[in-house]
Structure formats: structure tokens, C-alpha cells
T-cell receptor
Framework: GAGVSQSPRYKVAKRGQDVALRCDPI?????LFWYQQALGQGPEFLTY????????KSGLPSDRFFAERPEGSVSTLKIQRTQQEDSAVYLC??????????????FGEGSRLTVL | AQTVTQSQPEMSVQEAETVTLSCTYD???????LFWYKQPPSRQMILVIR??????QNATENRFSVNFQKAAKSFSLKISDSQLGDAAMYFC????????????FGTGTRLKVLA
């Protein structure tokens, strides 16, 4: 597609519910990143994929967070048993072979999660 | 651990004037990238400008330029001839040149442009 697409744009969940956030990267982009952005803060790294391989998941805050990219394209970030502190905007970004080496990330508009 | 600090939560500039946003970082590495990203109210971040640490020459992109001081670990963004469309959150970011693609962002500076 023309840009990175994320869905849903807005999600309200009751505490304890599971949520799944989807990211469609730019076609052909091998690298995919998930970031968490709390209100008024900068993005915090969650995890990074190169194709289908999850090369770095050091930023996932707990074992309730899980990300996958089974075919090296679309990625899903799953949060189990949501807590209020999970409320944030979840940003997805992708990068191609050339741009990953130049450092440019292409971001989606984010999924805003509110946990009540 | 690498950190990125933006000490100005908010800045204002008159249209057509020049403004400088500050960023400092901490790293023990010698090869890395530094970036400024812009996040307009719609939340889609876009790259404004980047700098490779091994380059002494400051990067410039049209009205945007940086002042990169490697020894001082400082990386400021200068916006010349400010326009209403420049109003946004600006994030400074760091990434190692190789080995890891983890980007570390600062907390951001909100830029207001006054007509």
C-alpha cells in the first residue's frame, strides 16, 4: 500500500480483556517496529521484526504482550488481560532494505488503546 | 544505556522567524545516527532530517538544519522561515549505526507557530 496502515485506530477495552492491534506495513518493507507512546511522551520501543523473524523483543513490558509477523508482512500486537497502564497509542513503523540503513522509518497513524 | 533528552517541552515562534529545538544524548558508542522526526496532530510521524555521527558536516534539508556537536553530545534543530505547517511535536531520536535497529526517542518538544 501507499503507507503504513494500522487498525483499529481507536480501541476501548475493559480491564482484563484481550486486544489485538494490526499493522500493514508498506509493501516490500522487510523491517517492522512496534512502539508504545504514552500521553505526552516519546515513543518507547517494544519490538522489531526483520521479515518474519522477531529479532528484538526487549521492549515488551511483560509477558502479556506478544507480537507476531508470520508471513513477513502484516503484524499483530496482542495484549492479554489488559491493564489501565496499557493505555497508550501503539505505533507501527516499517522500513525497506535501503531505508533501514539510512535510518528512515515510515510510521502509521497509530492505534489508540484506552483501558477502562 | 543510550538516552535522549529534550529539555524544552514547548516552544513558540512567530511565523517567518527562526527557532532552535534542543536535544542532548548519552552514548558510549562512536557510530550512530541521529534524527529529528515531526509528529503533526494526526499522529503520523515523518522524518525531518538525519545525521550520521561520522560526518562532521551538519545536515541541511531546505529550511531545516542541525547543529551537531559530537563531543558535547548535542544535536539541535534549527527551523528557518517558520511556517504554520511546522506546528507539531518534534522528537529527537538515536540509533546505532549497526548491530541493532532499536530507535531511542526523546520526550518531544511541542512547537507552536504564531501567525
Amino acid at each position: 500500500g501507499a503507507g503504513v496502515s494500522q487498525s483499529p485506530r481507536y480501541k476501548v477495552a475493559k480491564r482484563g480483556q484481550d486486544v489485538a492491534l494490526r499493522c500493514d506495513p508498506i509493501s516490500g518493507h522487510v523491517s517492522l517496529f512496534w512502539y508504545q507512546q504514552a500521553l505526552g511522551q516519546g515513543p518507547e520501543f517494544l519490538t522489531y521484526f526483520q521479515n518474519e523473524a522477531q529479532l528484538d523483543k526487549s521492549g515488551l513490558p511483560s509477558d502479556r504482550f506478544f507480537a507476531e509477523r508470520p508471513e513477513g508482512s502484516v503484524s499483530t500486537l496482542k495484549i492479554q488481560r489488559t491493564q489501565q497502564e496499557d493505555s497508550a497509542v501503539y505505533l507501527c513503523a516499517s522500513s525497506g532494505y535501503q531505508t533501514v540503513n539510512t535510518g528512515e522509518l515510515f510510521f502509521g497513524e497509530g492505534s489508540r488503546l484506552t483501558v477502562l | 544505556a543510550q538516552t535522549v533528552t529534550q529539555s524544552q517541552p514547548e516552544m513558540s515562534v512567530q511565523e517567518a522567524e527562526t527557532v532552535t529545538l534542543s536535544c542532548t544524548y548519552d552514548t558510549s558508542e562512536s557510530d550512530y545516527y541521529l534524527f529529528w522526526y515531526k509528529q503533526p496532530p494526526s499522529r503520523q510521524m515523518i522524518l525531518v532530517i538525519r545525521q550520521e555521527a561520522y560526518k562532521q558536516q551538519n545536515a541541511t534539508e531546505n529550511r531545516f538544519s542541525v547543529n551537531f556537536q559530537k563531543a558535547a553530545k548535542s544535536f539541535s534543530l534549527k527551523i528557518s522561515d517558520s511556517q504554520l505547517g511546522d506546528a507539531a511535536m518534534y522528537f529527537c531520536a538515536y540509533r546505532l549505526y549497526s548491530g541493532t535497529y532499536k530507535y531511542i526517542f526523546g520526550t518531544g518538544t511541542r512547537l507552536k507557530v504564531l501567525a
